[in-house]
């Protein structure tokens, strides 16, 4: 049965049953926007960290660009559906809560690793954070917080982002300035783990809605029969949010590194002014970006979410083409840390979309299958192919400002025709509320 036509009475049935127990939402929608703080945190101390730990562990920027995508990536693969399965059909709170601890524990792992092998396999163990905490985390809003108000909840799980990633560029930059680079980057590591575990216990202060009419759960090739039903919904939806996600990849992993290379900006103070963009853009930026969906689709555009993907691929090509080709070199630190404020509006728009038009008992697998598109794709190709051109086309470090252009403006193309594509099919499911299961 096709995944537009009008929802099926049990789809109607089990929609009706969360709104009807949705318990209030603000307080734990906080605590899982700390939580996603703390996840960024950990993935994105080591942006600030790149010539201290390379220098420190005699690693090449393609070593580095493995420990800032694949090693994070592989435990996707191996775990994030069976994760988001048990989600589905469990406690999606206990499915965040052992994902905060192990992330944690892993993270504070990496202040004590001497060579680059230890420091790939700790990398792979924190990867568990994003793979258990982003399915279950926005199944859990969906089912938490009414459909009206479901992308400015998702957006300010979002804010969490910025907040997490402008902490590990406030501290790490600091660290490095006031306690030297072999100290400060493993101390920078430390904090960021301890922190983490203390943030986890704030879950336990966050319970499943209680359901009273529970559906079947479908197997698991039934779950990938639902999303190859309506694959010409989902894969250019997945593609256009994949794109997008790879340039905030790139973007996160490299633009420190670039304002330092390109435009002789100290370590420590790019690390500043990155977290300064990320604290002041991003978290505005990310709240009003899921405003604006919620805005867009009560004024009459089911879309609202591709709307605003359009327009970031649009902004991120010309802001990244204006720093490198349109401005003096001077005035190109501005336009990146411009670029930076925006990195964080994907999470918003794709988590929004693939709610809107997934049935809710398979939302956790759904989103674990395109998170760990996501992870294979543009989390390990992100980084990778901007440290690859740097290395191999360029040949020049100081050049990572022109590669990190190259690989946003393709992928911001590449992003807005799919998310394009999709608008038609996108409209019509999200009209019908709930997709048919």
Not at 285 to 299: Q, S, Y
Request: charged fraction near 10%; hydrophobic fraction near 55%; glycine fraction near 10%.
């Amino acid at each position: 049965m096709s995944g537009l036509a009008v929802p099926s009475p049990s789809a109607r049935a089990e929609a009706a049953d969360i709104d009807r127990l949705a318990s209030p939402w603000a307080w734990p929608v906080a605590v899982l926007a700390l939580c996603h703080g703390q996840a960024i945190a950990s993935f994105q101390i080591l942006n600030v960290l790149v010539d201290p730990i390379r220098a420190s562990l005699h690693i090449s920027d393609t070593q580095y660009s493995l420990l800032q995508g694949l090693a994070v990536a592989i435990f996707s693969a191996a775990l994030g559906v069976p994760a988001a399965r048990w989600a589905d059909r469990h406690s999606r709170r206990n499915v965040i809560l052992a994902g905060a601890l192990g992330w944690s524990l892993a993270t504070v792992a990496c202040a004590f690793v001497i060579s680059f092998p230890q420091f790939f396999v700790a990398r792979v163990v924190m990867g568990i954070g994003e793979v258990f905490l982003f399915p279950a985390a926005l199944a859990l809003i969906a089912e938490l917080v009414p459909r009206e108000k479901l992308s400015t909840a998702i957006a300010c799980f979002g804010i969490g982002g910025p907040l997490g990633g402008a902490a590990a560029m406030f501290a790490g930059g600091w660290l490095i300035g006031h306690a030297g680079a072999e100290q400060g980057w493993r101390t920078a590591f430390l904090a960021c783990g301890v922190s983490g575990l203390l943030t986890a216990t704030l879950l336990l202060t966050v319970a499943d809605p209680r359901r009273t009419a529970r559906a079947v759960h479908p197997s698991f090739a039934q779950v990938l029969g639902y999303i190859a039903e309506r694959s010409r919904l989902f894969l250019p939806v997945t593609a256009g949010m994949i794109c997008l996600s790879l340039c905030a990849f790139a973007g996160a992993a490299w633009a420190p590194t670039a304002l330092s290379r390109a435009y002789g900006i100290p370590t420590g103070t790019a690390g500043e002014l990155t977290a300064a963009s990320s604290l002041l853009g991003g978290v505005l930026l990310t709240w009003t970006a899921g405003w604006l969906v919620d805005r867009l689709a009560a004024k009459g555009d089911p879309a609202s979410p591709l709307t605003l993907g359009i327009a970031l691929c649009l902004g991120l090509a010309s802001l990244v083409g204006s720093a490198v080709l349109l401005v003096p070199a001077s005035a190109g630190a501005g336009f990146w840390l411009v670029t930076y404020s925006l990195l964080a509006v994907p999470t918003v728009l794709g988590g929004t979309a693939f709610q809107m038009i997934t049935a809710p008992r398979v939302r956790a697998q759904v989103m674990a299958i395109y998170l760990l598109l996501m992870n294979l794709i543009a989390l390990s190709l992100g980084p990778f192919i901007v440290a690859y051109v740097t290395d191999h086309v360029f040949e020049a470090p100081e050049r990572v400002h022109q590669s990190l252009a190259i690989v946003i403006a393709v992928a911001a193309a590449l992003g807005g025709a799919s998310l394009a594509a999709a608008r038609k099919r996108f409209s019509k499911a999200a009209a019908a509320r709930f997709a048919d299961f």
